[in-house]
């Protein structure tokens, strides 16, 4: 290739250039290359290991296809004027260091915001700038570091990914290579004394040579590259041992053959290898089989108001949502597909989407895209594309917007495996020297057995396993968590606190009379088209009961928090509330649930609400109150408090009048105090309280279920199981305490054997992977037998 000139030392080389910032090089003989390279600031680490040999034009022409603005539009997840979002399949992340360096993006470019990897799709998620850096740069930046995506627009709509065949090529080479290399070996197993056998001895150890290079450097290239860039990272994952037990096994097996010492260890080298993508293949299927993420998001609830024919609002399912079909979004509501606006005015929060809280404003036959929030008033669309359950799920787990509520025990499998790493590469640095001076012919075997058979891959599973089917489980049971986070944050809370419309009563059954002026009939639409927009229990349930009108668009809407919500249209002004909010100061009745209306400024009356509780609510707080500490937290009044004393345990303390900062304050107090603490709400005024909580539970019924605030969502009708759904989180953490020790009883047996020189290489490498098999099954039965207990 033509010399380029070097960045540091301003020598010219032409000789495997790397790239320094994206357009200047730096030669392999300076100095600060290997300053580079031994640095954990990503901001100077740039490879050319996919286009090796390549110059920059090259590589950047291949993507040329990328600056066609259609072809950008069919990518791009999110498009607006300074943000763009795009999801790309890298069929190369592999391990913990690819993860590593994929979601530290933006200290290569600080024009990408964030990027999130989905290691089970092999999918990253990039936020970026395209005023700074557009797709195309975005992409060949990826190709640099060794993590060229995969693109075809011809799949991409289908929503197929091309079929990575790496592994079974790979499988195919070394088990030919390692039944070859069984045979050449028998004569040296046998020591048998034939006269051809000696002459040609020399060669067949050359040809178990040649068959062992292209398994140590194809076959098992997966492990070397990615124990390299782990230490390149300064992160010591579980494939450095697997790689050094290689690399030790291949170069002193050469040495023996140069040097005539014997025939190596090429027989083990080429099994444990053919072995190791065995067992790796045997756990894809397994993973692939018991894959727990696309079926809890299967059955993800949210709901949408679909407009049909005359106007007719229906509730549907979002993934019934079909291109053509009109939807109502109202104020507050998420927008769960790809649209066209219609009607209202859309003044809409994407920082689900991309961090940014400023409002975008639209207006009728703008484009909006899924994920975005409605914030003024009710809006109507029409239907792009279909919804992607996955994508709104992405959403509700986004790190955007979430607190950082790690887990225990995925914090202590980190740990574990890291220290275990080390006490592995320790134990066999002092066996094999122990055996070095005791019976050096047993050395190589026990070193390599150690390195293979105490892989914490299974330590690893346990928990990503157990709270993953478990994951799956619930959503079967109509509980919907946001990640396996929650189910450890939720076998460890000691306080519960419930809201109470919405929440332990419910709207479907609720009946209200009205108390007050008779409305006019412009006054009664302006009421039905000012409610339409709001998702308050009490605004939708009034919403059903009042007489149709016909649907006009609002000059003005507004929704208060914990007061009321106001509309108008043309003269007409319009508020519905709390009696305060509208004006009635004098309204002292604290023993009924009411929605007060004013017009005008003329108070007018009121709609009195006789509240029904959700069956079984007496049941799950009497079997609640054995383990844990209830308390209500309610914005109505005290009217229902001698009706709710009946109905809870004795002493259950209730407090009302609770403006929505209110519940958030109280629950805050008690986390203070060391709680641990569970709010359960609607989803709307307790959007701040289910925030702050360790554990904060939406009920749904209908509409708004997907609250990106919260962190589970539980369908209305399973409301009487709650409690079976926490001793169930609890138990799973009993199932990975026991996976642990199950692992460790494993690693410490085969430990025993293979310091002792009981334990071949090859037989390691069988054992290695059915450890991790037997703890995934392990988890796997258990949970499913725990998931038969809950209703």
């Not at 600031?41 to 290991?49: E, R």
Request: proline residues 3%; contains cysteine.
């Amino acid at each position: 290739m033509d010399k380029v000139h070097c960045y540091h030392c301003g020598d010219d080389c032409g000789k495997n250039p790397v790239v320094y910032d994206g357009k200047n090089f730096c030669c392999n003989g300076c100095k600060t290359v290997y300053e580079i390279f031994s640095s954990n600031d990503l901001s100077h680490y740039y490879d050319l290991q996919s286009s090796a040999g390549a110059t920059p034009n090259v590589v950047i022409s291949k993507y040329d296809f990328l600056d066609d603005p259609e072809i950008i539009d069919k990518l791009l997840e999110f498009n607006e004027d300074n943000l763009q979002i795009v999801n790309l399949y890298i069929p190369h992340i592999h391990c913990s260091s690819c993860i590593w360096i994929l979601e530290n993006l933006n200290k290569l470019n600080p024009a990408i915001s964030s990027s999130q990897v989905d290691f089970p799709k092999k999918t990253v998620r990039i936020v970026f700038n395209p005023e700074t850096i557009g797709l195309k740069d975005l992409v060949v930046l990826l190709a640099r570091i060794g993590y060229e995506p995969y693109i075809s627009l011809e799949d991409f709509g289908k929503g197929k990914k091309k079929v990575d065949r790496g592994l079974i090529y790979k499988l195919g080479v070394a088990g030919f290579a390692f039944g070859n290399v069984m045979f050449l070996s028998f004569p040296e197993y046998f020591e048998v004394q034939e006269f051809w056998l000696d002459q040609y001895k020399i060669l067949f150890r050359w040809l178990m040579f040649a068959f062992s290079l292209p398994v140590v450097f194809y076959a098992g290239q997966d492990y070397l590259i990615s124990a390299f860039k782990g230490l390149r990272s300064k992160i010591l994952n579980i494939d450095v041992p697997i790689a050094l037990g290689i690399l030790v096994l291949f170069l002193r097996s050469t040495a023996e053959i140069i040097f005539d010492w014997g025939s190596g260890f090429f027989d083990s080298l080429t099994g444990l290898i053919f072995f190791l993508l065995l067992g790796k293949f045997f756990q894809q299927k397994t993973y692939s089989f018991l894959s727990f993420e696309r079926d809890y998001k299967s059955y993800f609830p949210i709901a949408v108001t679909k407009i049909g024919q005359n106007n007719k609002e229906e509730t549907v399912q979002v993934y019934d949502i079909k291109k053509g079909d009109r939807l109502l979004i109202r104020n507050e509501e998420l927008i769960p597909v790809d649209g066209i606006l219609i009607n209202g005015r859309a003044q809409i929060d994407y920082s689900f989407v991309t961090g940014e809280s400023e409002p975008v404003f639209k207006e009728s036959g703008d484009k909006i895209y899924a994920g975005g929030k409605q914030l003024d008033g009710a809006i109507e669309m029409d239907v792009l594309k279909s919804v992607s359950q996955s994508y709104l799920t992405q959403l509700w787990s986004s790190t955007v917007f979430s607190e950082d509520k790690e887990s225990k025990f995925q914090t202590l499998t980190d740990s574990i495996g890291k220290r275990f790493t080390w006490a592995v590469l320790t134990i066999a640095f002092v066996t094999t020297a122990f055996w070095l001076f005791y019976d050096s012919s047993k050395a190589m075997n026990v070193f390599t057995a150690v390195l293979i058979i105490a892989c914490p891959c299974a330590i690893a599973l346990a928990a990503p396993f157990t709270l993953g089917n478990m994951l799956r489980i619930f959503g079967r049971k109509k509980f919907y968590l946001k990640n396996t986070q929650t189910i450890e944050q939720l076998a460890q809370i000691d306080t519960a606190i419930f809201d109470k419309t919405g929440t332990i009563t419910t709207t479907q059954k609720s009946s209200a009379t009205y108390e007050g002026m008779q409305l006019t009939l412009a006054e009664e639409s302006l009421l039905k088209n000012t409610l339409r927009a709001s998702n308050h229990p009490l605004s939708r349930t009034l919403y059903d009961m009042l007489a149709e009108h016909n649907i006009v668009p609002l000059d003005d809407y507004q929704e208060h928090l914990g007061k009321g919500i106001e509309g108008q249209k043309d003269e007409g002004h319009i508020k519905v509330g709390s009696a305060d909010f509208v004006g009635n100061a004098t309204d002292q009745d604290i023993e009924t649930t009411s929605v007060h209306i004013s017009t005008n400024n003329t108070y007018k009356g009121r709609f009195v609400f006789h509240n029904h509780y959700r069956d079984g609510v007496s049941e799950v707080f009497k079997a609640m109150g054995e383990h844990l500490h209830l308390a209500i937290l309610s914005g109505d009044n005290e009217g229902e408090k001698v009706r709710l004393e009946k109905i809870l345990p004795p002493l259950t303390p209730m407090y009302f009048n609770q403006k929505p900062k209110d519940k958030l304050n109280f629950i805050k107090s008690l986390q203070e105090q060391g709680k641990k603490v569970m709010m359960v709400g609607d989803g709307l005024n307790d959007a701040g309280a289910l925030a702050q909580s360790n554990v904060g539970i939406a009920i749904s019924e209908n509409v708004n279920v997907f609250s990106p605030a919260c962190d589970g969502i539980l369908d209305a009708s399973k409301f009487k199981e709650l409690n079976q759904y926490i001793i169930a989180s609890k138990k799973a953490m009993k199932i990975i305490k026991l996976s642990f020790l199950l692992s460790l009883v494993y690693n410490v047996v085969g430990l025993y054997f293979a310091v002792t020189g009981q334990l071949e290489p090859v037989i390691a490498a069988i054992l290695m992977p059915l450890s991790s098999i037997s703890v995934v099954g392990f988890t796997t039965l258990a949970t499913n037998f725990l998931g038969k207990k809950v209703n």
